[in-house]
């Protein structure tokens, strides 16, 4: 597997997002205390912390065992760096280093040179699926919330300026690239499974997880106009029994127990807005549940507003995002279902169980235990 000029720039451009993304999301937080709007301003800002400061201890605890599993001490300049919420940067820096040196420098050498080039491509791929899954972790954890915030201050308030409809679109970019970077790291890092391929499977897989998010961010900004410790209350189970859910299935992402502890609490929070295959099993049963009840949980959120509308809530926009909600989910059930039937990489293979992190591997990475779908 050959780490590519195309996948160099790929990177550039992720990373170009990550900031961007950080940028909008401090400067909404500016602006809310700057406005006077407290509230919104501590939980703007408490998203992006929680989210920021739960993938700096993966990283760190990833630096570690790759400095372990080389024979390196722990450097003590990596535990300040991801205090200081450089984490992510560190390891951008490394691994386009890294990779420029192989896309560009190395391309045109002799084949005298083609297994230690090979060595070389997997470590970069390596470096680079590690930072894509820290990203996803990041969307999911910080993005999510964000998101749904900043719809409920659209709604509530019938407009917004500038800076939050800036959020709105760079934290759908973000949720739409990571998801989509992530799978295609993922499957280039693990040499026994399929690639991603072409630009209709990945459009399909994207618009799937877009429109199925979409819809349940809208259902859930609704629920919260009809009553806040209600929605709350639903959020908090939800991230519960995804928890129950990830120490049934016993994970083994983490090598110590408190950080496997805390993959469980993330991966129960992701569980919240999208479907994640975590162990390896055969998940037509799990998904198929998963969907339903958020079919129904959507469903039962928009009749409760039709048979009792809210005065709190402008009425002239119930309507369309009714409308929205039940398109984005059909839609993204509709694009779920050609992606499996039709694009999922091992749909000529003869399986059981779903491609999944949990699996064993020839090879030896860290990666071989990534949740993917």
């Known amino acids: 597997m050959?780490?590519?000029?195309r996948n160099f720039m790929m990177s550039v451009l992720g990373i170009i997002i990550y900031i961007t993304d950080l940028i909008v999301d401090i400067w909404v937080s500016?602006?809310?205390?700057?406005e006077g709007q407290y509230v919104f301003g501590i939980l703007a800002l408490s998203f992006m912390l929680f989210g920021t400061l739960v993938v700096q201890c993966f990283s760190y605890s990833w630096f570690r065992a790759?400095?372990?599993?080389?024979?390196?001490?722990?450097?003590?300049?990596?535990?300040?760096?991801?205090?200081?919420?450089?984490g992510i940067f560190t390891r951008y820096w490394f691994a386009l280093k890294k990779g420029y040196s192989?896309?560009?420098?190395?391309?045109?050498?002799?084949?005298?040179?083609?297994?230690?080039?090979?060595?070389?491509?997997?470590?970069?791929?390596?470096?680079?699926?590690?930072?894509?899954?820290?990203?996803?972790?990041?969307?999911?954890l910080e993005g999510c919330p964000q998101l749904i915030l900043q719809l409920y201050i659209l709604l509530e308030h019938g407009q917004a300026n500038f800076s939050q409809y800036s959020a709105i679109v760079v934290s759908c970019c973000a949720i739409s690239w990571s998801t989509v970077d992530y799978q295609i790291s993922l499957r280039k890092s693990l040499p026994d499974k399929n690639l991603l391929k072409g630009f209709?499977?990945?459009?399909?897989?994207?618009?799937?997880?877009?429109?199925?998010?979409?819809?349940?961010?809208?259902?859930?900004?609704?629920?919260?106009?009809?009553?806040?410790?209600?929605?709350?209350f639903l959020l908090l189970l939800l991230w519960i029994l995804g928890i129950i859910w990830a120490f049934k299935n016993q994970t083994q992402f983490c090598t110590s127990i408190s950080m496997e502890f805390l993959y469980r609490i993330v991966i129960g929070f992701l569980l919240?807005?999208?479907?994640?295959?975590?162990?390896?099993?055969?998940?037509?049963?799990p998904m198929s549940c998963y969907y339903i009840i958020r079919v129904l949980a959507t469903l039962g959120i928009l009749s409760v507003f039709w048979v009792f509308p809210l005065s709190i809530f402008n009425a002239d926009y119930f309507i369309?995002?009714?409308?929205?909600?039940?398109?984005?989910?059909?839609?993204?059930?509709l694009f779920l279902i050609v992606y499996y039937g039709t694009f999922h990489p091992n749909r000529s293979k003869e399986t059981k169980c779903d491609e999944i992190d949990g699996k064993s591997v020839k090879r030896d990475c860290r990666v071989r235990h990534f949740l993917m779908e």
């Open 30 to 34: 500016v602006k809310f205390f700057h």
């Open 272 to 285: 919240i807005f999208t479907f994640f295959n975590i162990k390896g099993h055969n998940t037509r049963c």
């Open 66 to 86: 790759d400095l372990k599993k080389a024979g390196q001490e722990s450097q003590h300049c990596f535990l300040l760096l991801h205090c200081l919420q450089g």
């Open 102 to 140: 192989i896309a560009f420098k190395y391309s045109s050498r002799s084949n005298n040179f083609m297994e230690e080039q090979d060595d070389q491509h997997k470590e970069v791929i390596d470096r680079m699926t590690d930072l894509s899954m820290l990203r996803l972790f990041e969307t999911y």
């Open 200 to 232: 209709c499977p990945k459009v399909t897989y994207l618009f799937y997880k877009l429109f199925t998010l979409l819809s349940w961010m809208l259902s859930v900004v609704l629920l919260l106009f009809l009553n806040i410790k209600i929605a709350l």
């Open 320 to 333: 369309p995002i009714s409308i929205t909600i039940v398109l984005t989910l059909l839609l993204g059930i």
């Open 2 to 5: 050959k780490y590519t000029k």
